[in-house]
């Protein structure tokens, strides 16, 4: 499912998406959609794709903090200027973790390519995100681990909690060797801040 | 120059200035600490092989903590997950210290003085490095005792073998606990030296009656050469003899503790006076008997004057009465016989004196009176002031082999035995007199005792005391070594001294001749006496103990 398209970058691994709001496309995303944890696929070139997990949302509203008086009322707005209601949106930020194609190929790290303005972002489906994680019968691999780590943002160990528990879903017959990963950042994240030592 | 594959490569310099370190993955696990490696320099224009050690190794890569809060997962396959497939993940600092090139010329082993420098390759030392470096001597030698095998390889691939005439000259220590295999290495020592490239003249001074197996050397070929076989001859308790006038007084002292000032006085002067006495007769001071010396004291307390308060009857009588009671009841002392030291030693014999029923303080008299005859003996001949078939005239060097060095030793208060051994240890080397302690307490062993002995022979040592008093007395042992002695397995030995290039760890040979101090094993024997139908009570109060040769004790 596609739920918006790159607007924006912040550095060749970080990227902004505008999900699609009402009226943009037939189906407009819910938030379930393109929730904190997602992975998300941007087309770069035919049959090639950016991976990414969306590790940031942000509300763009360009009403907030306007206090002047109104010239017309809210109900006329959409008969006089409709473009400015849709100058509301909704934003995600998209860790790129990787790369993927059609034939199962899959480069997890930094990838060498950058995506495009305006190119799509899509949700990956559980037998996508496996394919990025699994080839054939080796071990799962999460080897842009460090690299989300290493971002610095404060909300990093969480994202790749939550990365880790999805897998752990996808991949139960590993779930002994992931629950290993999960401990270490549930400590981290939950017990470390509050004094917690390891 | 070494073909295998380098194990690391060097690092930098390490805490001290013989020291270096070097990285390596040490994926056969290899790179212990002791185990021996080296690299290759060119010193005055000559490539030199530089022997190391390793003395330390740490890891440099190392799992997070997490990685192994599960001992059901693999911490390789957490890391794999992580995409970190290698199987180079360990990575180790290995800390080294320099022993040298082996200079053949030298016989000794040359310090570079400069640390290998950066990035240099290590190799494993090969098997024929080692025993090429480390022995100052080859197998079947004159003067080589093959004592066992290096213990950082496999057995048997790296032979150990001492360089005899070190251990002859400046004598040996062998300090171990109880049960860490110290006589089994003692006897095997002993039987390098009856070996036909060496005939040594060899006693032991066995006081628990340990050594008695050695005599089945005569049997085995391993012994014999042509004309040569060596003797074995087993001294039972009273077999060798002390003559009584051979005491000093300082052993007559010895072997009547405690004796108050007046008995001192009265003995000193009648222990002169029958030596007085004894060389006006015989022209020798050392020819008069224990009647003799009775016969002074009696004299002595008639002749007191009263009027100076020289009353010394009855200070006579007690003295005479402990005299008697001493040296008559003794099986060791005689007034005529004493131990003859050419029936003793002779190139090619070893004489085993079992003292295992001897008083302790008899058996310290008995040692320091052998010991003192030896010396006087070697000195005599080497100095050509005795004539050829004197009971003092030995034309060889000697070797002695003390066995529970500390009762002849002790760290704590005098025996008559500890003087002459110093001396012994301190001139013997001059004389070709040389003596083998043997010790399951080092830390009741005399300080200097210890530090004057060449070559030490450490074994299982786990008592703090003991391992305290090695350290402060054996300063060819490192550290490390030191510090590995608890660790050590029966048969294993640190050598450090004048008879090996370097310290070493080393696992003792089997010994040709079978052990005669093999542990009890006391529940297995609880139980062949029940299988055996067990015995009869007896009754709890009997008026004579039988014992197996027939006689009886009360």
């Known amino acids: ?166 897998l752990m879903s996808l991949f139960p017959e590993e779930i002994q060797l992931l629950t290993v990963i999960q401990d270490d950042l549930i400590w981290k994240t939950q017990i470390g801040p509050l004094g917690g030592v390891m | 120059m070494s073909k295998q594959q380098p194990v690391g490569l060097t690092k930098g310099p390490g805490a001290t200035p013989r020291e270096f370190t070097f990285v390596s993955q040490d994926r056969d696990y290899t790179l212990k600490s002791g185990e021996f490696v080296v690299y290759h320099v060119d010193v005055d224009d000559q490539d030199r092989t530089i022997l190391a050690r390793i003395t330390k190794r740490q890891p440099l890569r190392v799992y997070p903590d997490a990685f192994l809060s599960d001992p059901g997962v693999n911490p390789d396959d957490v890391a794999g997950l992580l995409g970190y497939r290698s199987r180079a993940h360990e990575l180790f600092e290995v800390s080294a210290t320099v022993i040298g090139y082996y200079d053949g010329d030298m016989g000794d082993f040359i310090d570079p003085r400069v640390p290998p420098r950066l990035g240099l390759p290590i190799y494993l030392a090969t098997d024929a490095e080692l025993t090429h470096a480390l022995n100052k001597k080859r197998k079947g030698d004159v003067g080589a005792a093959h004592i066992g095998s290096l213990l950082d390889r496999e057995k048997d691939r790296v032979p150990i073998v001492l360089d005899l005439r070190a251990i002859t000259s400046t004598h040996l220590v062998i300090v171990a606990s109880t049960g860490s295999g110290k006589s089994y290495l003692a006897a095997a020592l002993v039987e390098e030296m009856m070996k036909p490239n060496n005939r040594a003249a060899v006693l032991i001074v066995d006081p628990h009656s340990e050594y008695g197996t050695l005599a089945e050397m005569v049997h085995l070929e391993a012994f014999v050469e042509a004309a040569y076989r060596p003797e074995v001859q087993v001294f039972r308790p009273g077999q060798v003899k002390v003559r009584a006038s051979a005491l000093t007084l300082e052993d007559l002292c010895h072997l009547l503790p405690d004796l108050s000032e007046k008995m001192e006085y009265l003995l000193r002067r009648a222990y002169y006076e029958v030596r007085q006495r004894s060389q ?165 062993l005399d300080g200097d005792v210890l530090s004057l002995c060449g070559t030490q022979f450490i074994l299982r040592v786990v008592n703090p005391l003991d391992q305290a008093r090695l350290a402060e007395s054996v300063e060819t042992v490192g550290r490390e070594q030191m510090d590995e002695l608890p660790a050590l397995s029966k048969g294993q030995v640190v050598i450090a001294g004048e008879a090996v290039s370097t310290p070493l760890t080393c696992r003792v040979r089997f010994r040709y001749t079978p052990h005669g101090a093999e542990t009890k094993d006391a529940p297995a024997e609880w139980m062949t006496f029940f299988d055996q139908g067990g015995a009869e009570n007896p009754p709890l109060s009997e008026g004579e103990d039988h014992v197996a040769d027939g006689s009886t004790e009360s």
């Open chain 1, 1 to 166: 499912m596609v739920i918006g398209k790159i607007v924006k970058s912040n550095s060749h691994i970080d990227y902004v998406c505008q999900v699609y709001g009402p009226g943009e496309v037939q189906q407009p995303p819910s938030p379930g959609h393109y929730a904190f944890g997602t992975f998300v696929r941007v087309e770069l070139l035919e049959s090639r794709w950016l991976v990414g997990i969306i590790h940031n949302t942000l509300l763009h509203n360009p009403e907030f903090g306007r206090l002047g008086p109104r010239l017309s009322p809210k109900q006329e707005l959409a008969v006089f200027t409709p473009d400015y209601l849709n100058e509301k949106a909704t934003l995600v930020g998209i860790a790129a973790v990787g790369t993927m194609n059609t034939a199962g190929q899959v480069v997890q790290g930094v990838p060498s390519l950058a995506a495009s303005s305006d190119a799509l972002v899509e949700r990956m489906t559980g037998m996508q995100i496996r394919s990025f994680h699994q080839q054939e019968d080796s071990p799962p691999r999460l080897a842009y681990a460090p690299l989300l780590l290493a971002q610095g943002s404060p909300l990093a160990p969480h994202l790749l909690s939550r990365v880790v528990a999805q």
């Open chain 2, 280 to 444: 006006e007769k015989k022209h020798r001071y050392d020819r008069w008997t224990l009647e003799d010396l009775e016969t002074c004291l009696r004299e002595l307390a008639k002749g007191g004057s009263e009027e100076k308060g020289e009353r010394y009857g009855s200070t006579a009588d007690a003295l005479i009465w402990r005299l008697k009671s001493v040296l008559e009841r003794s099986t060791i002392f005689d007034d005529s016989k004493n131990a003859n030291l050419p029936a003793l030693f002779r190139p090619g014999r070893c004489s085993i004196l079992q003292l295992n029923e001897v008083d302790e303080r008899e058996q310290q008299v008995m040692v320091a009176t052998i010991l003192r005859r030896l010396f006087r003996a070697r000195l005599l001949t080497t100095k050509g002031r005795v004539r050829q078939g004197s009971e003092l005239c030995l034309p060889f060097p000697v070797f002695v082999l003390i066995e529970e060095a500390h009762r002849f030793a002790p760290a704590t208060g005098d025996v008559v035995s500890k003087g002459i051994l110093k001396q012994v240890l301190s001139e013997g080397r001059k004389f070709g007199l040389a003596v083998g302690l043997v010790s399951q307490r080092p830390g009741k």
